[in-house]
């Protein structure tokens, strides 16, 4: 048996990266990641195939492994903000050329790159755009605090976490050097989770206080990201957001 992850429209050039990113966990962090078996050409992409995970019904005791999981990743420190490598969040590619400050890195790698797309897309009414960037332009006022790089798995929505027998198994990563509260943010951004994820996380690192009053910012680029791929349906989840920080 094997598990099959969803096509690519980019192709082998994706699940290379993919592959390398769950490579670079694998040997950097320990964290569990499935082994690959092979890629299946089918009409209009690619099907990459990995080794079969045995599977476990989500209990307390999984949720924290998810979360302690995610804390192992983020015990990994960088020099800078971005990755030595470009990669894809999704089917979309992201631009992990590397910065020395989080904020400018976060406004010029993630949100306005997404907003190009998202406004390409025709997904996005002019509305939205003009608050987009509002929000962009005011960023600065914030008073985000300055965070050390951290190895991200980029894209951490649970479905990202496969439970095992064994612990909790990492796949579909994005990653790059970033805030860590990027993938606290995304654990819950579709679908809500226990709080035992949050505590697994602080078994192994702390959360700031001041997350909670963040979370939403760093869920905005995801949320640009999926109006241009899923449609209009996200724009409540995106101008929600975006409110809070208007």
Known sequence: MFVKLSEAANGLDQFDIELAGLRFLSEHTGVLTPTPIGNVLVDGGVIMVLEAANTVDRAPRQWRDIGRALARIHLIKGKFYGFA?????????????????????????????????????????????????????????????????????????????????????VIDPAIYYGNPEIDLAYIDYFQ????????????????????????????????????????????KLLTNAIQKYS
């Open 85 to 169: 490598a470009q990669g894809y969040f999704g089917p979309l590619y992201q631009d992990n050329r590397p910065m020395d400050d989080w904020m400018t890195f976060y406004t010029e790698r993630r949100l306005w790159p997404y907003l190009i797309e998202a406004i390409n897309s025709g997904n996005l009414p002019t509305a939205v755009i003009r608050q987009v960037e509002k929000l962009i332009l005011n960023l600065p006022n914030l008073g985000i605090p300055e965070s050390m790089p951290t190895l991200l798995h980029g894209d951490a929505q649970q479905n990202n976490f496969i439970s095992t027998e064994k612990g909790a198994m």
């Open 192 to 235: 809500p989770v226990p709080e035992d994820v949050f505590w697994g996380y602080q078994e192994v690192l702390p959360i700031d206080p001041g997350f909670q009053n963040r979370r939403d910012l760093w869920r905005i680029s995801g949320y640009l990201a999926c109006v241009t791929v899923g449609g209009s349906g996200y724009l």
